[in-house]
Each structure stands twice: as C-alpha cells, then as structure tokens.
C-alpha cells in the first residue's frame, strides 16, 4: 500500500481544483490524474461521472491535499468503460463517506477512513496509519474485465483479373474447343487401323 500510495502522490497532476466545497460534484471526467483542496463541507455533493471514453485500460488518480469527504447520498459513476479497479485516490489525511454514498476506486488514506453508514464501495478501503471504521458498509472488490480481443483481419483471395465477364457460367475458349476431339479421333482411327493391319499379318487364316 506505501508504495502504492507513494507512487500517486508523486504523479504529476494534469488538473488543478482549488480548495472549495464541491470540487467534485457534477463533473465528468476523462482519464488523468486530478488534484484538490480541502473543503468545508464535502469534496463531493452529488454525483461525479467518470468517462473511459471506450478505453478500459484509462486510468483515473485523484489527490487529495487534505482530506476526502463525500456528502450522503453522493455517487461515483462510470461510463464508456471505465473501471473501478483503475481509480484511485491518494488521500493525504482521512476519508469520510456521509450516509448512503456510493463510490468507487481504490481509497489509500494516510491517516483513517470512516463510513457514517451504509456506504456502497466498488473498490478497496486502505488506511496506513489509523483505522479503518465501517458501518453497514458493502464493498465490493473489483477486478478488471479484460479487453475484448482484436478482431483478425480476413485475409483477401487473390483475384485473378482480365477473364471474360461470363455472366457466372463456366469460361469456354471457342479456339481450344475442337482441338482435344480432332486429337482424339485421329488417334482412335490410327489404333484402330494398326489393330486391323497386325490381325491380317500376324493371326493364323481360319
């Protein structure tokens, strides 16, 4: 967990959100690692959408400078693929998720965590130092869905080109059609012809 959460603490941010109440709350996001401020009231009110924007693999880290409170009733979604086995949230202080929050993600708080009741975690609850309190909380540990494999290329038939357009039907050669039978016929004559010759000259006169 220590390094885990000394590896997002140490990402560089490609969003700033100034300290405020709310930062949180009726965004949605793309990939990328986000940090805030502390807030007065809650990080979080209402609903905060996570948008994979088709790529299972995107990746969401947020940093809290201070701590992370969500307000009751508040909710972490996701959409177009995100997953929550690849959310995470570095909390520098303690989490606490108000009555009947729904979340998701990987919360390493440095501190405590604290359920006031009836949370719903899509994910995993680590505290480094202090406890961690539940209280009638469901979680569920999410495991990453595989990518869909990669569709094959088919591979295309070599198309023989500058034939007769026929229409479907078999391709004739007008100028080759008689010459087999002509062949044939000579030869069936001649073989005929010797087998009469050598009945003459070689078998006994009845």
Do not use: H
């Not at 990402?11 to 807030?39: S, V």
């Not at 295309?156 to 500058?162: A, F, L, Q, S, W």
């Not at 059609?177 to 005929?192: E, H, M, Q, R």
């Amino acid at each position: 967990m220590t390094t885990a959460y000394n590896d997002a603490d140490n990402t560089i941010p490609t969003t700033n959100l100034p300290g405020a109440d709310n930062q949180l709350g009726g965004q949605t996001l793309t990939d990328g690692t986000y940090n805030f401020g502390g807030a007065t009231t809650a990080n979080l009110i209402g609903t905060l959408t996570l948008d994979g924007q088709g790529d299972p693999n995107s990746v969401f880290i947020f940093q809290a400078s201070s701590t992370l409170v969500t307000a009751s009733s508040s909710v972490v979604s996701l959409i177009n693929g995100a997953q929550a086995c690849n959310v995470f949230w570095q909390v520098s202080t303690s989490a606490t998720f108000g009555t009947a929050t729904t979340f998701v993600g990987t919360v390493m708080a440095d501190q405590s965590i604290t359920d006031d009741g009836g949370a719903t975690i899509n994910g995993r609850l680590l505290a480094r130092i202090a406890a961690v309190t539940l209280n009638n909380t469901t979680i569920t540990r999410s495991d990453c869905a595989a990518a869909p494999p990669e569709e094959e290329e088919e591979e295309e038939e070599d198309v023989v080109t500058g034939l007769p357009d026929t229409g479907g039907a078999p391709i004739r050669n007008e100028d080759l059609t008689w010459i087999p039978l002509i062949v044939g016929g000579f030869s069936v004559a001649a073989l005929a012809l010797g087998i009469r010759a050598y009945r003459r000259t070689q078998l006994p006169k009845q």
